[in-house]
């Protein structure tokens, strides 16, 4: 069956670029949250189940769930809301986001920018707070409506370029977000993780002391609710987050007066380690961590309180940061924008990102 509708069917819509037919793209029995890629090939599935929860996809002109399954006659239809990004404020207006930086921050290291140009490949820096992607019918501030803003005012060359970005980083995590300028570098660096040929290394605070290196090979599960969940299967080494204890240090040595003498680092101590992986997951260093014992410091959805999988996960106050990618032909490295680290712990932290032991 073709996607033209008979003019003699006067009651069927003309089918565009933002509908389709569910029986003519074989999407019969599909999910609607699967069958929505057809029209948002590059929006991952939290992205387009947000697209649904807001009523911006309808199906025979109604509005459905995620879950809804799709029959014979159904026509799915894009809302003209979600076609284009909305647009964002000014790079000017990001200095409040610097001036929010949480305690401990570098307020001049908190601003989103271009790092680098290597090649099709573009690199840039994400601070925590701030969203990835833009969000689907929302008017938060994202680094992906920013980017036309920052490839100008950082490269003349490059201002009216529209990199498509290739990594998601948490709202509380910083650090780095590779992007690429063609579909064949984007294509390129898909084969290159899926390789294993992409190293990402982070830097974490874990609650307790972590006494030697440990990786978790558990497989997650990212379909269901906010939570991820770590199951008892292996997942494949390309999947596997490894930890590496970098410095120990005590509540006394941090200077963080956003956090009274209760807080959980107080109780516990704290461990600054390093992280790698090869691809993500969502969520997978956090839920990680927190699978055997240390969880990041305070984290508000995975930390040592928070058992309820539908625990609101927005006040972000842990630190995490992806502080360096590497791939053959490209790597970057950006140091975390953490003022209350230790001399010693700052310098093992940036020889960590450097190279990887």
Request: some cysteine.
């Amino acid at each position: 069956m073709s996607n033209d509708i008979s003019s003699t069917d006067s009651a069927a819509p003309s089918l565009t670029p933002t509908q389709f037919e569910a029986e003519s793209q074989n999407m019969v029995g599909q999910r609607l949250d699967f069958a929505l890629s057809l029209l948002l090939p590059q929006m991952g599935l939290r992205g387009r189940k947000r697209c649904i929860e807001n009523g911006l996809v309808l199906v025979n002109g109604r509005a459905c769930s995620a879950a809804q399954r799709l029959r014979k006659g159904d026509v799915v239809i894009l809302q003209d809301a979600v076609q284009e990004p909305k647009d964002v404020a000014p790079l000017a207006e990001t200095e409040e986001q610097s001036a929010a930086c949480a305690p401990g921050m570098d307020s001049n290291q908190c601003e989103p920018r271009l790092l680098a140009v290597q090649g099709e490949l573009c690199f840039f820096f994400k601070p925590a707070g701030l969203h990835t992607a833009a969000l689907v019918g929302g008017t938060a501030p994202s680094l992906e409506g920013m980017l036309p803003q920052l490839l100008a005012s950082s490269v003349d060359s490059l201002a009216g370029s529209c990199p498509q970005l290739l990594q998601r980083l948490d709202h509380g995590t910083s650090g780095l977000v590779c992007g690429a300028f063609s579909p064949e570098a984007a294509d390129d660096f898909r084969r290159l993780e899926v390789a294993g040929h992409c190293e990402k290394r982070y830097v974490a605070l874990l609650a307790g002391r972590l006494e030697e290196d440990f990786t978790v090979r558990r497989a997650l599960r990212t379909d269901k609710r906010n939570k991820s969940r770590v199951l008892e299967r292996d997942t494949g080494r390309t999947r596997w987050t490894e930890f590496f204890p970098l410095y120990y240090f005590d509540g006394p040595e941090l200077n963080l007066p956003a956090f009274d003498e209760d807080s959980q680092f107080h109780r516990v101590g704290l461990t600054l380690a390093g992280c790698r992986i090869r691809r993500g997951a969502r969520h997978q260093i956090r839920a990680h961590a927190a699978s055997f014992g240390h969880p990041l410091w305070n984290d508000p959805l995975y930390g040592f309180a928070s058992a309820d999988e539908d625990a609101d996960a927005s006040p972000s106050v842990f630190f995490l940061h992806h502080g360096c990618l590497t791939l053959p032909g490209a790597t970057c490295i950006v140091p975390p924008p953490w003022t209350f680290l230790p001399e010693p712990a700052a310098r093992r932290a940036l020889e960590w990102l450097n190279t990887g032991y």
